[in-house]
């Protein structure tokens, strides 16, 4: 069985600085996309970064709009560890902050439906 467990969520004010981490039970490398979504207070899940694997050892990186620029994803294959940076954090950042992975290439990385293993969420709160 697949486990992904995020941490490093937390209080920050405006324009600060966060570092999720999403460690696996089995082998990042075996999964073709890994990825973040958030969900906040009355709203859906949402899409926010996801990094596919296009070879042996090369990778490419997806960003929703409202994120790019300010967010960097990364997988630490050695340690079974993807990450999402997140600079100049705003309000509407705040939310719960899923990672998600799928084994197999996606028609859409964007649907939450699309991928198999799922971790429980980590609290990001960005105060104004």
């Known amino acids: 069985q697949v486990q992904l467990v995020e941490s490093g969520g937390g209080l920050v004010q405006a324009g600060g600085s966060l570092r999720l981490s999403c460690a696996a039970s089995?082998?990042?490398?075996?999964?073709?996309?890994m990825s973040w979504f958030r969900q906040a207070p009355g709203k859906e899940r949402e899409f926010v970064a996801a990094?596919?694997?296009?070879?042996?050892?090369?990778?490419?990186?997806y960003y929703t709009d409202s994120v790019k620029g300010r967010a960097t994803i990364s997988r630490d294959n050695a340690n079974n560890i993807m990450y999402l940076r997140m600079d100049s954090l705003k309000p509407e950042d705040t939310a719960v902050y899923h990672c998600a992975a799928s084994s197999s290439g996606l028609s859409d990385y964007r649907r939450q439906g699309e991928y198999a293993y799922w971790g429980q969420g980590t609290q990001v709160t960005v105060s104004s």
């Open positions: 990094i596919r694997r296009t070879g042996a050892a090369t990778y490419y990186a």
């Open positions: 089995t082998r990042t490398s075996s999964f073709v996309f």
